[in-house]
């Protein structure tokens, strides 16, 4: 069992609030792509979503029912700074977070709060986005007044969600807004700019709160273990390694370790920009005032993680300008995007604790968190939801043996998510929610689903009690 362990669930601002346009908010770039036809599934948009903008007081509930120690959200820049700017501060955004705030402290119910969760306002992106190095003053403004206007009561913050995710689906791939398509150099000059933006973020609330408040701040990528496919295959466990270093070390080698990129990375990107006849690499290079402001700028490990992958080595032929190329990691076998981008993803529990063991390896084991875990289920209802319940039993089975067994300094896990809610490209189709929600009805209401009482139960005992773990097989037999 756990020692002051914390249980809980996680949302996202864009996903569950709607009320996109209600008392004074302005556009983000999520309100806006959505509303053209053909980006989203079924052309859903998050306009409504689980409209709780309108619904603290419900969502309260259900977090008080499940019993859960935190509740992890994020806040939407655009409702509390309409232009992205705080020349224009929008009294009832910053009422409604103050609403949501006192009622999970009135409930002894600690908020943890993301900074920014992708849905960047739509003033800012005009002006280039993550591209333009602006965007470090900004929302170091937005942060600044976040921390004096609710750190009294949070003390749990995280800058940016999955940065990975913006740099390389939103800049690289193109599959998220802004849409831009440049694998080859825009995802490296995100990533520039969006460390550099979190280390002023972390470096202003120590400077200025941190004494006062008392809380900690970090960042919270997303990770997917990578199993080498032949173990004894010494390229195998190179390009698994490497594949870790593209992905998470990107963002945290620089935090948790010195400042600067994963050697690997620079040494691969800066080799094939030579070979693409460039006058520099590819990836940007920190000074060394840089470094040393970056390094350290992280007082807990958070991430998010939904599946594991197979990688095997492959040789495969120079494209120019490709960002997939410098990962070189070749084939990947059950390998999906996380709850932000598909939802047909398998139940690859032991990868979830070889991941935890890494992190403690690779990082010296700092404090971990994990913010986001959970599966998606393409059906239009799933009250009786057996195959999350085994989901859940499985992937917190691993988390307690990394805990108990490994010596992982594991301080908490939260469940995604509290209900259904918005899933980005895919709409409403995948259901990811301990909650059900029935967007058919316009008062959006909530039923508790099988694994909502499961997950309950974890909770109060702290862990999985023997009559939890015949949980899935008394299911079984009922329905069988």
């Not at 800012?124 to 470090?136: M, T, Y």
């Not at 403004?141 to 990975?164: H, M, Y």
């Not at 010296?364 to 393409?378: A, Q, S």
Request: aromatic fraction near 14%; charged fraction near 20%.
């Amino acid at each position: 069992m756990f020692e002051d362990f914390s249980w809980g669930v996680s949302s996202s601002a864009y996903q569950i609030e709607g009320g996109w346009d209600a008392d004074g908010k302005g556009p983000s770039i999520w309100d806006n792509f959505t509303h053209i036809p053909g980006n989203i599934k079924n052309n859903d948009t998050g306009d409504i979503a689980c409209d709780s903008y309108n619904k603290v007081e419900e969502d309260i509930y259900l977090l008080r029912a499940l019993g859960v120690k935190n509740y992890h959200f994020s806040l939407s820049w655009s409702r509390i700074f309409p232009s992205g700017r705080n020349n224009l501060i929008n009294s009832h955004g910053v009422d409604y977070y103050n609403r949501l705030i006192d009622g999970l402290v009135a409930n002894n119910i600690t908020p943890m709060v993301t900074l920014y969760h992708w849905d960047l306002p739509q003033a800012l992106q005009d002006i280039g986005g993550w591209e333009n190095s602006a965007l470090i003053d900004l929302f170091d403004s937005f942060a600044d007044f976040c921390f004096q206007t609710f750190g009294d009561r949070v003390k749990f913050w995280i800058t940016l969600n999955e940065p990975q995710v913006i740099a390389w689906v939103g800049y690289g791939l193109g599959a998220f807004p802004p849409n831009i398509n440049d694998p080859g150099t825009a995802p490296y000059r995100v990533a520039h700019i969006l460390l550099k933006a979190h280390a002023r973020v972390y470096h202003t609330y120590d400077d200025k709160y941190r004494a006062s408040q008392g809380g900690v701040i970090t960042l919270c990528p997303n990770i997917e273990w990578v199993e080498p496919k032949t173990p004894t295959d010494p390229r195998d466990i190179e390009a698994a390694d490497r594949h870790l270093q593209f992905l998470v070390g990107w963002f945290t080698h620089p935090i948790f370790k010195n400042g600067d990129y994963p050697e690997v990375m620079k040494w691969k990107v800066g080799n094939r920009s030579e070979l693409q006849n460039l006058p520099s690499s590819r990836l940007p290079v920190f000074t060394a005032e840089e470094r040393e402001y970056i390094r350290g700028t992280a007082d807990v490990f958070c991430f998010n993680t939904y599946t594991s992958k197979i990688v095997t080595h492959a040789v495969t032929q120079l494209r120019p300008f490709s960002y997939e190329y410098d990962q070189e990691v070749s084939t990947s076998v059950d390998s999906s995007w996380p709850s932000s981008a598909i939802s047909d993803q398998r139940a690859v529990a032991w990868g979830l604790r070889r991941l935890l063991n890494w992190i403690k390896e690779e990082y010296e084991n700092p404090p971990i968190y994990i913010i986001e875990n959970g599966v998606g289920v393409k059906t239009t209802s799933d009250v009786d939801d057996n195959t999350r319940i085994f989901y859940y039993k499985t992937y917190i089975d691993e988390t307690l043996k990394a805990y108990n067994l490994d010596n992982v300094n594991l301080r908490g896990y939260n469940a995604w998510s509290l209900m259904d809610n918005f899933e980005w490209l895919n709409g409403y189709d995948p259901r990811f929610g301990l909650h059900q929600v029935d967007f058919d009805n316009p008062n959006r209401p909530r039923t508790p689903k099988r694994s909502a009482v499961y997950y309950a139960e974890i909770i109060r005992n702290n862990g999985i009690p023997i009559h939890l773990q015949l949980f899935k097989l008394s299911f079984t037999v009922i329905e069988g």
